[in-house]
């Protein structure tokens, strides 16, 4: 199964058993939790790039 690598961006492989992520690009590996976490901080980083200030709220 392939991933996107939170390192370089390109394709990354997920194992069979899905446990352990791996960039053949940037040798980015990591245990499929680890992996999880580091793509939500991303996500939550991307999306506060586009909520605008509010004050007040």
């Known amino acids: ?3 996107r690598c939170p390192e370089c961006e390109k394709v990354a492989v997920l194992d069979d058993n899905v ?4 960039c053949p ?9 680890t992996y999880l976490g580091i793509m939500k901080d991303h ?15």
Request: charged share 25%.
């Open 25 to 33: 690009h940037c040798n980015f590996e990591a245990d499929y939790d």
């Open 43 to 57: 996500a939550i980083n991307m999306s506060s790039e586009y909520i605008p200030d509010r004050p007040g709220l």
């Open 1 to 3: 199964m392939d991933a």
């Open 19 to 22: 446990t352990n992520v791996r």
